[in-house]
C-alpha cells in the first residue's frame, strides 16, 4: 500500500459525512480501505477517486461496469436465502484494487421469485452469473 492513509473521522470530514456513513459505504464495498486493528485506514488517492476529486486522468481510464438483473422464479425462502448468502460471499472476495462487485436481491413470496441485481465489472458478473447458474443446477 502507497499514499497517505486517512482515518474515517478525517474521510468523514472531506466528505461532509457522519463517520458511521463512511464506515457503512467501507463494509459495502464502495470505498476501499483497510483494516488495521480495530480501525479502517483509508488511501487519500481512493478517498479523492471516491469524492471524484480530478488526478490528471480522463474518463477513458474508468472501468467499464455492467449491470444484469435475474429473475428466478419457483423459490423458496430457504432457496433464496441460500443463494443470497453463496451470492454476497463470493462477491466479497478479491481485494482492494479489483472494483466492487455490488449484488442486491429481493424475494417475493407471493409470487415465489427472486430478483437478483448485480452490478460490476463484465468479467466479474459473468463468473458471479457462471456461479449462479450451478447453484441453480444443484437445486432439487
Same mark, same amino acid.
Given at each position: 500500500?502507497?499514499?497517505?492513509?486517512?482515518?474515517?473521522?478525517?474521510?468523514?470530514?472531506?466528505?461532509?459525512?457522519?463517520?458511521?456513513?463512511?464506515? +457503512?459505504?467501507?463494509?459495502?464495498?464502495?470505498? %476501499?480501505? !483497510?483494516?488495521?486493528?480495530? *480501525?479502517? @485506514? &483509508?488511501?487519500?488517492?481512493?478517498?479523492?477517486?471516491?469524492?471524484?476529486?480530478?488526478?490528471?486522468?480522463?474518463?477513458?481510464?474508468?472501468?467499464? +461496469?455492467?449491470?444484469?438483473?435475474?429473475?428466478? %422464479?419457483? !423459490?423458496?425462502?430457504?432457496? *433464496?436465502? @441460500? &443463494?443470497?448468502?453463496?451470492?454476497?460471499?463470493?462477491?466479497?472476495?478479491?481485494?482492494?484494487?479489483?472494483?466492487?462487485?455490488?449484488?442486491?436481491?429481493?424475494?417475493?413470496?407471493?409470487?415465489?421469485?427472486?430478483?437478483?441485481?448485480?452490478?460490476?465489472?463484465?468479467?466479474?458478473?459473468?463468473?458471479?452469473?457462471?456461479?449462479?447458474?450451478?447453484?441453480?443446477?444443484?437445486?432439487?
Amino acid at each position: 500500500m502507497s499514499g497517505t492513509l486517512v482515518t474515517v473521522e478525517q474521510a468523514a470530514e472531506q466528505l461532509k459525512l457522519h463517520p458511521k456513513t463512511v464506515i +457503512r459505504y467501507i463494509r459495502q464495498g464502495r470505498l %476501499p480501505a !483497510t483494516r488495521i486493528g480495530k *480501525a479502517y @485506514r &483509508i488511501e487519500r488517492a481512493r478517498l479523492d477517486e471516491f469524492a471524484g476529486v480530478t488526478s490528471g486522468h480522463t474518463d477513458a481510464g474508468r472501468a467499464v +461496469r455492467t449491470t444484469c438483473i435475474v429473475d428466478i %422464479p419457483h !423459490t423458496t425462502r430457504e432457496d *433464496a436465502a @441460500r &443463494i443470497t448468502t453463496v451470492l454476497n460471499a463470493a462477491a466479497m472476495t478479491g481485494d482492494a484494487a479489483t472494483s466492487p462487485l455490488q449484488i442486491d436481491t429481493a424475494f417475493d413470496p407471493l409470487a415465489g421469485s427472486l430478483k437478483v441485481v448485480l452490478i460490476g465489472s463484465p468479467s466479474d458478473a459473468a463468473r458471479l452469473l457462471d456461479m449462479l447458474h450451478l447453484l441453480l443446477d444443484s437445486r432439487p
